[in-house]
C-alpha cells in the first residue's frame, strides 16, 4: 500500500516521509502520492529535506515507479516553492476530493 521512511540527522530522527501507492494508466504503473512528509524544525532549511526527497524518489524509481505527486496547501510558499525547484510542477488537473462515510 505504501512505503514509509524515517529521515536521520546520524542518531537523531529529523522527520519522516509516508508515500502511498495508487496506480495510473497515464504514467504505466504505480504512481505514489507523498501523502506525509515532516521535518522537525530545527531541519527545516538545511537541506536534509531536499535530500531526503530525492531519496525516496531514487528507491521508488528502483521499485518501477513513473511518477510522484505531492500537494502542497496553498499559501505554503515555502514548500511550493522548494518542491519547485527539486522538479515538481503543476499537472495541469485539479484534484478533487470526497469522504467516503464515516468521520471525515
Known amino acids: 500500500m505504501g512505503v514509509l521512511w524515517v529521515i536521520y540527522d546520524g542518531e537523531e530522527a529529523a522527520g519522516y516521509l509516508v508515500a502511498c501507492f495508487g496506480f495510473s494508466l497515464e504514467y504505466a504503473g504505480r504512481d505514489p502520492f507523498v501523502d506525509e512528509f515532516y521535518l522537525k ?7 536534509i529535506g531536499s535530500s531526503a526527497l530525492s531519496q525516496a524518489e531514487e528507491l521508488l524509481a528502483g ?18 516553492q522548494s518542491y519547485r525547484r527539486t522538479g515538481y510542477d503543476d499537472i495541469d488537473r485539479l484534484l478533487l476530493s470526497k469522504g467516503l462515510g464515516g468521520d471525515e
Open 41 to 47: 524544525p530545527e531541519y527545516r532549511e538545511g537541506g
Open 63 to 80: 521499485m518501477g515507479v513513473r511518477a510522484m505527486y505531492r500537494m502542497v496547501m496553498p499559501g505554503n510558499d515555502r514548500a511550493e
